[in-house]
């Protein structure tokens, strides 16, 4: 019981519950409307719904890809029909080979949503369709282009969905998830070594699963203000724009977060590189994590600036004039205090950037 209250949680969210009343009503619509098709077509309503319903995406723009897609797959497939019907009537031989040929065409990837309904929609007219082919290859194409149309009518007129809000949830989510781990890499380094918590050490697959979610929501957020009559505002567009950059500087930062933990990590329990990080340069490097976990805690807050990178800059500089007095005999390439400084100063170019121009431009 307490799994399935989860999963609920996790998945009927305003926005499946509006896609699904959208859905249910655009299938009860195309229904009614099927039935009053003329001519030959009459005899086929049931493929109204079933076209309203595949062309029912939580975007407009998905929606109308996802409905012209299927009715090009479709009639790809009714073709592929008719040609077997031209050199006679239908058997087992010619039915399998229609069929596998279908399954070929639907290897192109731009057909997308409709790369399924092209061996579907051969099979279909040629064993239900039968001697009435024609008439059937002809209703079954009026009623799911009529299903996809009156989906796409629906998808538009009833709250056409703008997501925004939920890509830059992610892209907060993004950002403390890179917060923790500098914050967390930092704790360790003024621990006693091996560190008690070493969970941070083994958090890539975190950090890249941040990245991704990011980049869908950023991407269906994007998808959703196209051709959509809500995002008129200039603002609403300059919002997107906006999330794409802080998409991108938070993709760019991830990487560089990443080469600081396996550095770290290499150090603190051996790697493949053999790599030491001296004594007087723990707390250099510790100060610089710390330091940029707090820019990116400001940015989080909106607060983040121009007078913002002074600690950063600060940290940065003794982090460097540490390295420089070390060991000046030691291979540069190879210290790992030097290849952190090198991570830090991109992420601080990375923000400087994003305050600069927030979109990317």
């Not at 019981?1 to 195309?30: D, E, N």
């Not at 039915?95 to 290897?107: D, F, R």
């Not at 002809?138 to 969905?161: D, E, K, T």
């Not at 802080?246 to 990487?255: C, G, H, L, R, Y």
Request: hydrophobic residues 45%.
């Amino acid at each position: 019981m307490a799994s399935l209250k989860v999963w609920v949680k996790s998945t009927v969210t305003g926005q499946r519950m509006l896609l699904a009343a959208k859905t249910a009503l655009a299938v009860g619509v195309a229904w009614f409307l099927g039935t009053h098709v003329p001519g030959a077509a009459d005899k086929y309503p049931y493929y109204a719904p079933l076209g309203a319903l595949v062309s029912m995406y939580p975007t407009f723009m998905g929606s109308v890809r996802a409905g012209f897609q299927t009715l090009i797959g479709l009639s790809l497939g009714i073709v592929l029909a008719a040609a077997v019907l031209i050199l006679g009537s239908p058997n087992i031989l010619t039915i399998s080979l229609a069929v596998g040929a279908g399954v070929l065409l639907a290897g192109q990837p731009r057909l997308g949503a409709g790369r399924e309904y092209v061996p579907v929609a051969t099979l279909l007219v040629l064993i239900l369709g039968g001697r009435n082919a024609d008439a059937f290859s002809a209703g079954y194409a009026i009623q799911m282009g009529l299903g996809v149309m009156v989906g796409l009518v629906i998808n538009v007129i009833i709250f056409p969905p703008l997501t925004l809000d939920a890509a830059r949830l992610r892209i907060s989510r993004g950002r403390k998830v890179l917060i923790n781990q500098l914050e967390d890499m930092a704790k360790a380094l003024s621990e006693h070594w091996p560190p008690e918590h070493e969970d941070w050490a083994s958090r890539h697959q975190v950090l890249e699963s941040s990245v991704s979610e990011i980049r869908g929501a950023v991407h269906g957020a994007s998808e959703s203000h196209k051709a959509n009559p809500r995002a008129y505002r200039r603002s609403r567009h300059r919002r997107v724009r906006e999330s794409i950059g802080d998409m991108k500087v938070v993709e760019n930062i991830t990487v560089y977060v990443r080469d600081v933990t396996e550095v770290l990590a290499g150090v603190i329990w051996s790697g493949p590189l053999d790599v030491h990080l001296k004594t007087e340069l723990v707390e250099p490097v510790g100060n610089c994590l710390t330091s940029v976990a707090g820019l990116l805690q400001e940015w989080e807050d909106g607060r983040l600036g121009e007078g913002s990178f002074d600690d950063a800059n600060d940290a940065l500089r003794n982090l460097t004039a540490a390295l420089v007095t070390a060991d000046r005999n030691q291979a540069f390439t190879l210290n790992p205090g030097a290849s952190v400084a090198l991570d830090v100063q991109r992420i601080l170019v990375a923000l400087r950037r994003r305050v600069q121009n927030p979109t990317g431009s």
